[in-house]
């Protein structure tokens, strides 16, 4: 057999166009596509935020919404947060069905999900479980105050652990499952009064999320560097930060965290939420397009805008902004031989350019393919593209010709789109289908 080193070479230039890849960009919140799925409060004409309400009107008419100047980009990604009471009605038996629920309806809108258990938020009527309740006190939300903490009792702490445990051994590894926002204490699990609990305490419910969760993406806030670099040294974890826009996040909160946690973002992904939401950064005349650059410098992945709309004047910009965010793969050359003998080698080499701000970090499979009116062989390659940080990356192939005729084969490459992989576009201009992308000519002789 003899093997045929690359001679000829394609090069291939970037497109400028939103590709909307699969786990990344501006996150669908407690909604797929055009379709509400799950309300996470009692109160069924909107969602509680901050003690007000705000409508997720990412779900209205989109020429309604255009009409007032607003809109909302399409995501990839749908955020679904949920009770503690909710998922565990009863100590020890768990109800997975409204989650299966979840997870079917946005596999079936072509999403992924990302989720989070709350053990309580503010509201009276949204505590902790019932059953728990009966057993320890749970404060009440101060009359001047927007949030409240959580039970003192270790109780709390160690029931809670227990359900996140269940939690993950039924969904670590899940596919229709892209992160797990690591709840803690507090409203709505994002850490109110963490500064008072003990870390033993804390430590149970991390444990339970490192060591369950040993597959799925773990994002967590990094509001206790002590908390960060514990749970770390069980597996990796990402970033979910809050308060995206808001001053004095974007140039006292954040900065400081992101410079001690620079390298979270190589192995986990970095996700924000919004500070209020992106009516309102105009209504404050916050600078978009600074705030988008700080995100991309902070290796954002994705974006929580809680599905409220957003400004159709600034279109231009969140169009730049996920041009860039996340990954953004493109084949920039291909160098190949012209002329192969059937059932000899041929080998491939390819520059990759990864030209957004993060790595993919799930796995998706590549594969290569020769094709003709007659014949075609798909190569499932080992090629892992998790490892294709941003800049570039080479990457060899040896392509056995056996069992193809004579004849001129088209070379193509494709990224997932089989066996329920999501299917991830390049953003170059080549000749597609969208699914293959052809890359060269090859003549089998």
Same mark, same amino acid.
């Given at each position: 057999?003899?093997?045929?080193?690359?001679?000829?070479?394609?090069?291939?230039?970037?497109?400028?166009?939103?590709?909307?890849?699969?786990?990344?960009?501006?996150?669908?919140?407690?909604?797929?596509?055009?379709?509400?799925?799950?309300?996470?409060?009692?109160?069924?004409?909107?969602?509680?935020?901050?003690?007000?309400?705000?409508?997720?009107?990412?779900?209205?008419?989109?020429?309604?919404?255009?009409?007032?100047?607003?809109?909302?980009?399409?995501?990839?990604?749908?955020?679904?947060?949920?009770?503690?009471?909710?998922?565990?009605?009863?100590?020890?038996?768990?109800?997975?069905?409204?989650?299966?629920?979840?997870?079917?309806?946005?596999?079936?809108?072509?999403?992924?999900?990302?989720?989070?258990?709350?053990?309580?938020?503010?509201?009276?009527?949204?505590?902790?479980?019932?059953?728990?309740?009966?057993?320890?006190?749970?404060?009440?939300?101060?009359?001047?105050?927007?949030?409240?903490?959580?039970?003192?009792?270790?109780?709390?702490?160690?029931?809670?652990?227990?359900?996140?445990?269940?939690?993950?051994?039924?969904?670590?590894?899940?596919?229709?499952?892209?992160?797990?926002?690591?709840?803690?204490?507090?409203?709505?699990?994002?850490?109110?009064?963490?500064?008072?609990?003990?870390?033993?305490?804390?430590?149970?419910?991390?444990?339970?999320?490192?060591?369950?969760?040993?597959?799925?993406?773990?994002?967590?806030?990094?509001?206790?560097?002590?908390?960060?670099?514990?749970?770390?040294?069980?597996?990796?974890?990402?970033?979910?930060?809050?308060?995206?826009?808001?001053?004095?996040?974007?140039?006292?909160?954040?900065?400081?965290?992101?410079?001690?946690?620079?390298?979270?973002?190589?192995?986990?992904?970095?996700?924000?939420?919004?500070?209020?939401?992106?009516?309102?950064?105009?209504?404050?005349?916050?600078?978009?397009?600074?705030?988008?650059?700080?995100?991309?410098?902070?290796?954002?992945?994705?974006?929580?805008?809680?599905?409220?709309?957003?400004?159709?004047?600034?279109?231009?910009?969140?169009?730049?902004?996920?041009?860039?965010?996340?990954?953004?793969?493109?084949?920039?050359?291909?160098?190949?031989? @012209?002329?192969?003998?059937? #059932?000899?080698? $041929?080998?491939?080499? *390819? =520059?990759?350019?990864?030209? &957004?701000?993060?790595?993919? +970090?799930?796995?998706?499979?590549?594969?290569?393919?020769?094709?003709?009116?007659?014949?075609?062989?798909?190569?499932?390659?080992?090629?892992?593209?998790?490892?294709?940080?941003?800049?570039?990356?080479?990457?060899?192939? @040896?392509?056995?010709?056996? #069992?193809?005729? $004579?004849?001129?084969? *088209? =070379?193509?490459?494709?990224? &997932?789109?089989?066996?329920? +992989?999501?299917?991830?576009?390049?953003?170059?201009?080549?000749?597609?289908?969208?699914?293959?992308?052809?890359?060269?000519?090859?003549?089998?002789?």
């Amino acid at each position: 057999m003899k093997v045929y080193p690359y001679a000829a070479v394609n090069r291939f230039s970037f497109t400028d166009e939103v590709l909307n890849n699969p786990y990344m960009g501006f996150l669908e919140f407690n909604g797929a596509g055009e379709n509400e799925i799950f309300i996470e409060t009692s109160n069924k004409s909107g969602w509680i935020k901050e003690c007000y309400p705000i409508s997720s009107d990412r779900y209205a008419d989109k020429n309604a919404l255009a009409a007032e100047g607003l809109y909302y980009p399409e995501g990839s990604t749908s955020y679904f947060r949920f009770l503690w009471k909710k998922f565990e009605p009863k100590e020890g038996e768990y109800d997975y069905g409204f989650i299966e629920e979840i997870l079917e309806k946005c596999r079936l809108n072509g999403k992924t999900a990302m989720l989070r258990i709350m053990p309580h938020t503010t509201r009276d009527d949204e505590n902790v479980p019932d059953w728990l309740l009966a057993k320890i006190d749970c404060p009440f939300r101060p009359e001047d105050k927007r949030v409240k903490g959580s039970p003192e009792s270790r109780l709390f702490y160690e029931k809670f652990a227990t359900a996140i445990t269940a939690f993950a051994k039924k969904y670590d590894g899940d596919r229709r499952i892209y992160a797990v926002d690591i709840s803690l204490c507090g409203a709505w699990g994002e850490g109110d009064g963490i500064e008072n609990v003990p870390f033993e305490n804390l430590a149970l419910i991390v444990d339970a999320y490192t060591h369950g969760f040993k597959k799925t993406n773990l994002l967590m806030q990094f509001l206790d560097e002590k908390l960060v670099k514990y749970a770390c040294k069980t597996r990796p974890v990402g970033v979910r930060a809050d308060g995206l826009g808001n001053p004095w996040h974007m140039y006292d909160g954040f900065p400081p965290k992101f410079k001690a946690y620079d390298k979270l973002w190589k192995k986990q992904p970095v996700s924000f939420e919004a500070f209020w939401y992106l009516s309102e950064w105009k209504n404050q005349g916050w600078d978009v397009k600074e705030i988008i650059r700080q995100s991309l410098k902070w290796h954002v992945s994705t974006f929580n805008g809680k599905s409220s709309s957003v400004p159709l004047e600034w279109k231009e910009y969140i169009n730049e902004w996920l041009v860039k965010m996340g990954y953004r793969f493109a084949v920039r050359n291909v160098r190949y031989p @012209e002329e192969v003998v059937s #059932g000899d080698t $041929a080998v491939i080499r *390819t =520059l990759v350019e990864n030209a &957004g701000v993060a790595p993919l +970090y799930d796995y998706v499979p590549l594969r290569l393919r020769l094709k003709n009116d007659k014949d075609e062989k798909v190569y499932n390659v080992k090629t892992d593209a998790r490892k294709w940080q941003p800049g570039d990356s080479f990457e060899n192939f @040896e392509l056995n010709t056996k #069992g193809l005729s $004579a004849g001129d084969y *088209t =070379l193509s490459v494709s990224l &997932g789109g089989f066996d329920g +992989y999501p299917l991830i576009k390049f953003a170059m201009n080549a000749v597609n289908d969208g699914v293959w992308y052809d890359l060269a000519e090859i003549k089998i002789k």
